[in-house]
């Protein structure tokens, strides 16, 4: 995923790096690189605010099929932009290195557009929440609702966080098994698109009824 080009090589989950802002603390954003070739892809993370940002790792190789997660750390801040509009950007380039070649061998010029070799970039913009965000979302659900005790907003909070981070599960396991099936058709094995089937019907079983507990699940009342 790009802003403003496709990319062949690699897709990276989310398209934009959100960031909950808060003076004086930090907060981070994890990035999933998936290589979407049977060849070793390496790749670099840059910013135009590097003082701000910790990004580990910033470059590496990803075997074939593979995946990666980055995981950027927005540091404490002492100001707030105005109006919590982030003029901050990010680019990821990523390029085909020969099999086996480790992040501590790769060349000075891997990733110099000069050198001939192509260069695909990835552009990924930076949005900061604010942190009565997540509680103004709460809300709106709960409109028409009575108000509920301390114990009763937090097991609401609690079964929402559980509700996305199954959503979430759920599309990076369907990015997974995309990969698998790719990966099948090129290996042409009968033993592995039944092995392949019957993982994919377990799975499916398992996330519904997950999403299903958590989205039926009574909310507590006083």
Request: aromatic share 6%; with cysteine; hydrophobic share 35%.
């Amino acid at each position: 995923m790009t802003a403003g080009g496709g990319n062949q090589l690699i897709s990276v989950l989310p398209d934009e790096l959100k960031f909950i802002f808060e003076l004086e603390k930090q907060s981070f954003c994890d990035l999933k690189v998936i290589n979407n070739t049977e060849h070793h892809v390496a790749f670099k993370v840059k910013t135009t605010s590097p003082k701000k940002y910790f990004v580990r790792p910033n470059t590496g190789v990803i075997q074939p099929w593979d995946s990666c997660v980055i995981r950027v750390t927005l540091q404490a801040q002492r100001e707030s932009p105005p109006d919590m509009q982030c003029k901050d950007k990010f680019l990821l380039q990523s390029t085909i290195v020969p099999p086996n070649t480790d992040v501590d061998e790769l060349p000075p010029d891997t990733f110099n557009k000069d050198s001939g070799k192509t260069i695909e970039e990835c552009k990924l913009r930076v949005v900061y929440l604010p942190p009565s965000s997540a509680q103004g979302n709460l809300e709106h659900e709960a409109s028409g609702i009575s108000a509920r005790s301390p114990d009763a907003n937090s097991a609401l909070q609690r079964l929402k966080d559980e509700r996305d981070s199954a959503v979430r599960q759920t599309q990076q396991l369907q990015q997974e098994l995309d990969l698998m099936k790719r990966r099948g058709q090129r290996k042409g094995g009968q033993g592995f698109s039944l092995m392949f089937a019957a993982f994919v019907g377990l799975i499916g079983i398992m996330v519904g009824l997950i999403l299903n507990l958590l989205l039926s699940s009574p909310l507590p009342t006083e």
